[in-house]
């Protein structure tokens, strides 16, 4: 389940790895990130990922749980 806050993280991720690996990079420039901040991107991409992955995993068991009537809907 994609949530608003999710969108939010992926579009700024993306616009700050576009900095590093588009226009701009080619330009020239543009500092690429210390060491220390990159690895602090990728561990928050990695806390999202198991929050998605988590997330998702909930959303299949509740899923599962309800009766079969109401997980499948007929046609009129």
């Not at 949530?3 to 690429?32: P, R």
Request: aromatic residues 4%; proline residues 5%.
């Amino acid at each position: 389940m994609v949530e608003d806050d999710d969108y939010a993280q992926v579009n700024a991720g993306m616009a700050k790895c576009s900095n590093y690996a588009h226009d701009k990079a080619l330009m020239g420039g543009v500092a690429i990130p210390e060491p220390d901040e990159l690895l602090a991107d990728i561990m928050a991409l990695e806390t999202w990922r198991g929050q998605i992955e988590k997330r998702s995993a909930d959303t299949i068991k509740k899923r599962k749980a309800r009766p079969a009537a109401i997980q499948t809907t007929a046609a009129p």
